[in-house]
């Protein structure tokens, strides 16, 4: 206790150190604010100008940090006294608010690029305009990145009044836009917008193949709202852009009854088991001693615990004393003798809830594969692929194509095998109304921090169709990834980056760690006046669900608000039921009721309301609004902080939780939703050992706690120790979740780095107006690797292989090999490279001259972004499937990091010149072919097939080649008149890339 006292002085010394630092600019602040009180509104405006001139001439942002701040501070007062208004979401808003000094002090915090930590309600929108107002003076934009898009354009809009008395644009940007009201909203001084869409952005912006498609601007500075929300909660979530593939090869359907035959078969045994250990304890005590527990019925025990452990039976069995102990004990014995296998045999399938994996043991293999013996047998393609290039009696064409097919027999085996483990983990592992709910014949995937619905997103990897079989809705298309990036190095593109939030000191030291974000304590501007209570603990759920309803209805009865947060839908609706059963009128928001959250808020603060919210933490900001002029409440609603609380008597907003969350943030979050700017409220947690917190990481203990303090059946516990503990659980928890997202970047840092270079190179064709440069150098780099293939320059002339260099030569470069057959007799490496270069190059020059360098330039740019673009979604899967298998180096006392980084690398390198390759091969190859318009029918068919690919160019209009611009001053066809008759050269292969930017091959599309 000494300690943890000693620990809270030296971090309160910490805030007030930080404050006393910034003391001296908030002074200077308000100094430079007083002798602006005497401008008129047009001198006051035309200090925005008079900044950015001062900073033309090399003056520094924080050279007018005070002059700035003070601006910004004098026009909010000049609009809350003249009581001005704007719409905000077509509601007509009052202006009434000015900085307070905390709120400058947070300011400051942000421009200097660290994280405010500011209690929920100290009115964070209004300080970010400060540092955003200064920021976007340098002419290079500032963003503000928010959570979702109401929010985005609701602070546009709010703040944006005050900003755009002050000369400077705001824009915000959401979902339904188009390209050029994106492109608008990120050329404004300052863009408000949710981090999906300025993550999309920058992946769509590099998936661009013309330059006046592009939308973003520099990345220069950003704010994050809700900073722990986007950079932690959402960061095992990459952002990403997918595409259908060809041709679906996935068997769900297929294979979802044997699943759920097998998984009925599991649970068939699990309740067997339960059965005979129900009547072994029946003779269990009622004074608490624990169970004399033998080994037959723990093994029994542990077997249940491996097959079901989210079984409702089990979770009531594992509250008598002394069971969990005997199912650890005897698991540890298992472990010791290296015999878990033996413990497994008679399970089908093993569920690793902590790990959120599902195993197959051999019997359950066996069922499955009844039908076909070989169905979880892959073929060994290393010997299989040995033996084909060992076939000497093949041609090399013969041994491409059944290397292959092999290749095709193994990743449609493979799949197989995958589509098996995603069912068998969409069975077992997610709960509809808990991961996912079913809406619309769609299954779409709940938010676990916010419990909003995410529409568009899909889980990867096949579990998506996994549900989609199981819930038995349509089963969509597979798709491939095209193009990804995650939140972590997507922020980390910022020169600058600052956060806030109400809950960042429990995870600065990832801030630090990942982002090298330091975080700052803003203090209140009125005391906290929210008391929290300590969580009250039942054994079963049951309990704690009656004990809720009861205290709801207590505290209803004395006309206070009342928010009970849930963490899933199915709690949030159960819960509903109980009060309807009692009579009391309440209103839900959950992920079902997602359309009334606006009617659900505004009614949150009301005298005697009751809501129940699914995970309320994500929604705080909105509770705001609710109680807001806003969204105009009449006078006199909610309550009164000043005059409310009587003394000994509850008053202010109470919030009740049903469940710890796995993250302390999060709960700080919820008990945030009360006392937000010195109201009054309270807060409490009722929880039961049957929660997934308390299950999975610290159930044993706190039923020790219990029987030690003499806890029997349906009583409860309140008491600092069990608080302490769930804390500890809680901690466990977040130390496993930050290695897993630290786990993450290690490995996506690879990705990153590869990234930047091709995104580099991609942006320098895009927006260069000649690459013939970069063109010539591909063209003798794919030359020099010919020579060095075919032409060892360490061996005499007479072991280098002409014939084959010929071949391929000419199938590159269209042109025959430069050297006769009496020359091959004594010419050396460097000539033959010279020789071979100065071919190539002339052919590529003539092709020039009759195409004219206009269109030249044109087809370069198209080809070089098309095989770019080609390559890099198939390297990305590749890179899928390396790290899928990666972990199984650590076998081999390898470091599976230091493994992928390795061979990553060598794809990188093969990704490279596989590109080098081909832009040369398609380049000489292409040609332009003027073609008569075709029929109606056939373009709405190939239209169809292009949008459903995902075909970002859009079509080309009639009379131009599909994907290359005409060169300026070109006549446009005539209809009617013959068209010019273009000479052409060897036609496109049918197995290459269509020149048409569909991203198919040639025989799919044009070529059909």
Not at 224 to 246: F, K
Not at 304 to 314: D, E, L, Q, S, T
Not at 737 to 754: A, P, S, T
Request: charged share 30%; net charge negative; glycine share 6%.
């Amino acid at each position: 206790m000494v300690f943890a006292n000693l620990l809270e002085k030296l971090f309160c010394q910490k805030s007030q150190r930080d404050f006393k630092k910034l003391r001296p600019l908030l002074d200077e602040v308000k100094a430079a604010r007083e002798p602006l009180a005497a401008l008129d509104d047009d001198a006051l405006r035309a200090k925005t100008g008079e900044f950015r001139r001062r900073l033309a001439d090399g003056e520094t942002t924080d050279d007018l940090l005070p002059e700035a701040f003070g601006t910004v501070c004098e026009a909010c007062r000049r609009l809350a006294e003249r009581k001005a208004a704007w719409p905000v979401w077509e509601r007509e808003t009052v202006w009434d608010m000015v900085p307070y000094d905390v709120q400058i002090v947070g300011g400051i915090v942000l421009h200097q690029g660290k994280i405010a930590e500011m209690a929920t309600g100290e009115g964070k929108t209004l300080v970010a305009i400060m540092p955003l107002y200064l920021n976007s003076l340098t002419g290079r934009g500032a963003h503000l990145v928010t959570v979702n898009d109401y929010l985005a354009r609701r602070d546009a809009e709010w703040m944006g009044g005050v900003l755009e008395f002050l000369g400077v644009s705001v824009r915000y940007i959401i979902n339904a836009m188009t390209p050029d009201e994106r492109r608008e909203a990120y050329n404004a001084d300052i863009t408000y917008g949710t981090n999906n869409e300025f993550g999309f952005d920058y992946l769509r912006d590099n998936m661009s193949v013309r330059r006046e498609h592009l939308v973003q601007r520099d990345f220069h500075y950003a704010i994050v709202d809700e900073v722990d929300s986007v950079l932690i909660d959402e960061a095992r979530t990459p952002l990403i852009i997918s595409g259908a593939v060809d041709k679906s090869t996935h068997r769900f359907e297929e294979l979802n009854p044997r699943v759920e035959r097998l998984v009925r078969q599991q649970n068939r045994l699990v309740n067997e088991w339960l059965g005979q250990v129900e009547k072994t304890l029946r003779g269990a005590t009622e004074d608490g001693d624990a169970v004399a527990i033998d080994p037959e019925t723990a093994l029994a025990l542990l077997r249940v615990a491996h097959g079901a452990p989210k079984n409702k039976r089990f979770r009531r069995l594992a509250q008598l004393p002394g069971v969990l102990d005997a199912i650890n004990r005897t698991e540890e014995g298992f472990m010791r003798d290296k015999a878990m296998w033996e413990a497994d045999e008679t399970l089908l399938y093993v569920v690793e809830e902590k790990h959120n994996s599902v195993d197959l043991t051999e019997q359950g293999r066996e069922i499955l594969a009844a039908e076909e013996p070989d169905f979880f047998v892959l073929p060994d393609l290393a010997v299989n692929v040995g033996e084909i290039q060992e076939n000497n009696s093949l041609s090399a064409a013969e041994k491409t194509e059944a290397i292959e097919k092999v290749e095709r027999a193994y990743a449609t085996k493979n799949e197989l095998i995958s589509n098996v483990d995603q069912l068998l983990r969409a069975y077992t592992l997610y709960e509809k109304d808990d991961e996912y709910v079913v809406m619309d014949g769609k299954i779409q995937i709940v938010d676990e921090f916010t419990g909003r619905l995410m529409p568009g997103r899909r889980f990867s990897e096949g579990l998506h169709q996994a549900l989609e079989a199981k819930e038995g809705v349509k089963v969509e298309k597979e798709t491939q990834t095209l193009a990804t990036v995650t939140l972590q190095n997507f922020f980390r593109m910022y020169e600058k980056l600052a956060g806030m939030t109400g809950t960042a000191v429990t995870e600065e030291a990832e801030f630090g760690q990942i982002y090298d974000l330091e975080v700052v304590e803003i203090p209140t501007n009125e005391p906290v006046r929210r008391q929290d209570q300590e969580d009250v603990v039942f054994r079963s759920k049951k309990e704690k669900y009656n004990a809720i309803v009861e205290e709801v209805e207590r505290l209803h009865a004395l006309g206070l608000p009342v928010l009970v947060g849930t963490t899933t839908v199915e709690v949030s609706e159960l819960i509903s039921r109980l009060l309807k059963r009692r009579g009391i009128n309440h209103n839900v928001l959950n992920a079902k009721h997602h359309k009334s959250e606006a009617e659900v808020v505004a009614e949150a603060g009301r005298k005697g309301a009751v809501t129940i919210a699914t995970n309320m933490a994500g929604r705080g900001t909105d509770i705001k609004i609710a109680m807001a002029s806003l969204l105009g409440l009449p006078p006199g609603s909610g309550y009164d902080k000043e005059t409310a609380e009587v003394a000994g008597e509850p008053a202010g907003l109470h919030i009740i939780g049903t469940e710890r969350h796995e993250s302390r943030r999060i709960d700080r979050q919820l008990r945030g939703r009360a006392g937000r700017q010195g109201d009054p409220g309270a807060s409490v947690f009722f929880l039961s050992l049957e929660d997934d917190l308390m299950r999975l990481f610290n159930s044993e203990q706190l039923i020790k706690i219990m029987d030690r303090l003499g806890v029997g059946e349906g009583e409860v516990i309140t008491h600092p120790m069990v608080t302490k503990a769930i804390e500890r659980a809680a901690q466990r928890v977040e130390g496993h979740n930050f290695g897993i997202r630290k786990h993450l970047i290690e490995y996506d840092d690879v990705v990153n780095k590869q990234r930047e270079v091709i995104y580099a190179l991609r942006r320098e064709i895009l927006l260069g107006d000649d690459i013939s440069d970069l063109v010539q150098e591909d063209v003798l780099s794919v030359v020099h690797a010919l020579a060095e293939k075919r032409a060892d320059p360490n061996q005499a002339n007479d072991y280098w292989e002409f014939d084959e260099l010929a071949q391929e030569f000419q199938s590159l470069f269209l042109t025959p090999l430069p050297i006769t057959g009496e020359e091959r007799l004594h010419i050396g490496h460097t000539a033959l490279r010279e020789s071979l270069s100065e071919a190539a190059l002339d052919k590529y020059r003539e092709k020039e001259t009759r195409l004219t360098p206009d269109v030249m330039r044109q087809l370069e740019r198209f080809v070089k972004l098309q095989v770019i673009d080609e390559h890099w979604k198939d390297h990305l899967n590749q890179l899928v499937m390396l790290r899928s298998g990666i972990g199984l180096r650590s076998y081999a006392q390898k470091d599976p990091l230091v493994e992928y980084k390795a061979e990553s690398f060598h794809m990188f390198q093969d990704l490279m010149d596989t590109i080098e390759h081909d832009s040369v091969r398609l380049l000489m190859r292409a040609e332009l072919v003027q073609r008569p318009e075709p029929p109606a029918a056939h373009t709405q068919q190939l239209e169809a097939k292009k949008a459903e690919m995902g075909y970002l160019g859009g079509q080309p209009p009639a009379g131009e080649t599909p994907g290359v611009p005409p060169p300026a001053g070109a006549a446009a066809p005539v209809p009617g008149r013959p068209q010019q008759t273009v000479r052409k050269q060897p036609k496109v292969s049918r197995n290459e890339p269509c020149p048409c930017g569909s991203g198919k091959k040639y025989k799919k599309c044009c070529g059909l």
